[in-house]
C-alpha cells in the first residue's frame, strides 16, 4: 500500500471511506463534538538565552551580508547601466560583468558593498531573531 498523504491512499473507495472516517473520530475531541466547555492550553512564555539571542543575531546578520555579497556585482552593473547615455558599453548583463571585471577588476565589483552590508546586516540579524522568537 503506498501512501500519498495522511488520509489519502491508493485503495478502493470503501476503504478509504473507512479510514477517513475513522480518521476524523480521531480528530475530533469529545469536548468538541458535545459543546462543552474547552481547555485551553496556554504556551509556558520561557525567555531566550543570552546564547540563543547571540546565534539568532549572529545567524541573521551572516545570512543578509552573504546574500548581499553574492549579488553585489548585479547591484553594481545596475548603477551603470541605468545611467550610461546614447553610447552603449553595457548591453546586457553577461557582457557589462565582463567588462567590468577586465576594467576594473573584482575590486570595482564589490564597490559599495561594504556600505551596503553596514546597512543590512542589524536589518537582518533583527528580522532573524524576530522570527525566531515568534516561531516559538
Not at 545567524?59 to 553610447?87: D, H
Request: net charge positive.
Amino acid at each position: 500500500m503506498s501512501t500519498l498523504s495522511p488520509g489519502l491512499s491508493c485503495q478502493p473507495e470503501s476503504t478509504v471511506g473507512a479510514n477517513a472516517l475513522a480518521a476524523a473520530k480521531v480528530a475530533t475531541s469529545p469536548s468538541m463534538s458535545t459543546g462543552g466547555p474547552q481547555k485551553v492550553t496556554q504556551r509556558k512564555s520561557v525567555a531566550p538565552t543570552w546564547d540563543q539571542v547571540c546565534k539568532s543575531l549572529i545567524a541573521g546578520g551572516v545570512a543578509g551580508g552573504l546574500s548581499r555579497t553574492a549579488v553585489a556585482p548585479l547591484e553594481r552593473l545596475k548603477i551603470p547601466m541605468q545611467v550610461q547615455g546614447n553610447e552603449k558599453i553595457y548591453r546586457g548583463v553577461w557582457q557589462g560583468l565582463l567588462h567590468m571585471a577586465r576594467t576594473e577588476g573584482v575590486r570595482g565589483m564589490m564597490k559599495g558593498n561594504w556600505t551596503n552590508c553596514v546597512r543590512i546586516i542589524p536589518n537582518s540579524a533583527m528580522k532573524f531573531f524576530t522570527y525566531e522568537q515568534l516561531s516559538r
